[in-house]
């Protein structure tokens, strides 16, 4: 079991400068995400987007403050549990929580920081009627383990670039790839539709534009699906896994079921204080939060990022000496490795 | 209509028809209009903040006599990538609001269903 002070949901910008917070005041995190990247949003919809509004950046490109926040936090040794999605918290008789994730990860902490964004970041699904049935019988919206297609049969669809890269790098395992797109042209990058093209060429990729998959057949796992072209009509092929890649899109998800109180999709909190739950130790910062007045900023969500440590370090030393706010310009910051970031003194000669 | 007004009617995801009062003095999309007047679910529209990279805002026009921006090399990108298009298909942030767009009809495409 995963131990630690706060455990924070959400790898976001907001989970993220959380963990600065807290180490300031000498608490330890571990954050979990979804995504096998931290970043949240910014990592996932938007990394190459210039952010105007970060004070004392003029511009700054989404995925270069991540970075940054990354750096930032390095003293403070975060620990991660990535590409697993927080499902079920229970909470022990001590008043401390044990969270568990569709992995069966577990991890227990005093608090707990939910910096779960608009939800976990989750595969979208082709609109075909029988796709569930399929469900880890052919059909994956993931490809986890590439070795899992070693001599298969296999279609891709989608125009992106993950459909492009898994295309290519399957082509060195899988036994047959057919990659289905609806246009003839691909969203990707202009270096991996050039590939996509050689190989084509090669005969390594059957490439199939202007269609879709509109049915998937088979007993008990996939064993075929119906291919629409536009001008040609239906296709059946033969096919082992079928793995449609349409991009991430957020869901609250299991969070919905945790006992908090929910209002339009957000976790109700108390502003006038520390953005706690109606559950005691646990918090809700960030985008996935609503309170009177509420902006899905990411200011906002550094601002109540600060104020709820204060409450959590309370929660977790409550026998401590009442906590003064110190500056980092005067006090510096201590990383948990011992090594001390302060100004340097200034010199000064005696005449 | 009046002024920096226009009608907008806006079929929502459970074929629900509203008739609606929509500025043209604020730069609004949409939709934004569709979320101003909470028509759909947070989280189940604009998540990409309006940027043509999501399609959560996917709507069919169904008034082809009002002439709308034309479509740019993101959107029609978007829409590929997107289900349930049509041909009348557009994504609802990359339409502003503006007097020419007065009684403009517009239906919201089905949210992507995502994976559990
Ligand atoms: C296109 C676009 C442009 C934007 N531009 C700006 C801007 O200019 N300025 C600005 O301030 N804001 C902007 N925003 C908003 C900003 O991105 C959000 O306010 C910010 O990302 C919120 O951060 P967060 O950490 O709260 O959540 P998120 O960034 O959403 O991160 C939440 C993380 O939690 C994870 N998660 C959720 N539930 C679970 C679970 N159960 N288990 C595991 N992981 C989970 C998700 O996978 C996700 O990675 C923009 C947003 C978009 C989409
Ligand atoms: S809001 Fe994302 S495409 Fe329109």
């Known amino acids: 079991m995963i131990k630690t002070d706060i455990l924070i949901i959400g790898a976001g910008p907001v989970g993220l400068f959380t963990v600065f917070e807290a180490g300031l005041l000498k608490l330890r995190c571990h954050l979990i995400d979804a995504l096998p990247i931290p970043g949240g949003q910014l990592a996932e919809i938007y990394p190459k987007k210039p952010i105007y509004d970060i004070p004392g950046y003029p511009s700054v490109l989404a995925g270069e403050l991540i970075t940054n926040l990354e750096e930032q936090i390095a003293p403070f040794q975060p620990t991660y549990t990535l590409g697993e999605r927080a499902e079920t918290i229970k909470k022990l008789d001590d008043g401390s929580f044990v969270v568990t994730t569709n992995k069966g990860t577990e991890h227990h902490a005093p608090v707990v920081a939910i910096a779960g964004g608009l939800g976990s970041f989750e595969p979208r699904k082709p609109p075909i009627k029988e796709i569930v049935d399929y469900e880890d019988k052919g059909v994956e919206y993931i490809i986890r383990e590439p070795n899992f297609y070693k001599d298969k049969k296999i279609i891709i669809a989608g125009g992106g670039d993950s459909a492009l890269d898994w295309s290519i790098f399957l082509t060195s395992i899988a036994k047959e790839v057919t990659l289905v797109h609806r246009r003839t042209e691909f969203r990707g990058a202009l270096d991996s539709v050039e590939k996509v093209k050689e190989l084509v060429k090669k005969g390594k990729i059957n490439l199939l534009t202007e269609s879709e998959v509109v049915e998937i057949h088979g007993q008990d796992k996939v064993e075929s699906v119906t291919i629409k072209h536009t001008q040609e009509g239906n296709k059946t092929l033969e096919v082992d896994h079928f793995i449609p890649l349409f991009g991430l899109s957020p869901k609250l998800g299991p969070i919905a079921n945790w006992g908090l109180e929910i209002e339009k999709n957000a976790i109700v909190v108390d502003n006038a204080t520390d953005y706690s739950t109606n559950i005691p130790g646990i918090f809700a910062i960030g985008d996935v939060n609503t309170y009177p007045g509420k902006l899905k900023l990411i200011l906002c969500g550094f601002h109540e990022a600060t104020i709820m440590v204060q409450s959590a370090y309370k929660i977790i030393n409550p026998d401590a000496k009442k906590l003064v706010m110190k500056y980092t310009t005067v006090s510096g910051i201590t990383g948990f490795d011992g090594v001390k970031k302060e100004q340097q003194k200034a010199v000064t000669t005696k005449i | ?116």
């Open chain 2, 1 to 116: 209509m009046k002024e920096n007004t226009i009608k907008v009617t806006i079929t929502d995801r459970e074929g629900k028809t509203h008739k609606l009062d929509a500025p043209t003095d604020m730069n609004m999309n949409v939709m934004e209009l569709v979320r101003a007047y909470e028509l759909a679910p947070e989280g189940t529209i604009g998540i990409c903040g309006g940027m043509a990279m999501c399609a959560s805002c996917q709507c069919y026009v169904e008034t082809p006599e009002l002439e709308l921006p034309e479509m740019s090399m993101e959107e029609e990108d978007m829409l590929d990538q997107a289900f349930y298009v049509k041909e009348n298909s557009r994504l609802g942030c990359q339409i502003y609001l503006k007097d020419e767009l007065d009684g403009l009809k517009v239906e919201l495409a089905p949210e992507s269903e995502i994976s559990e």
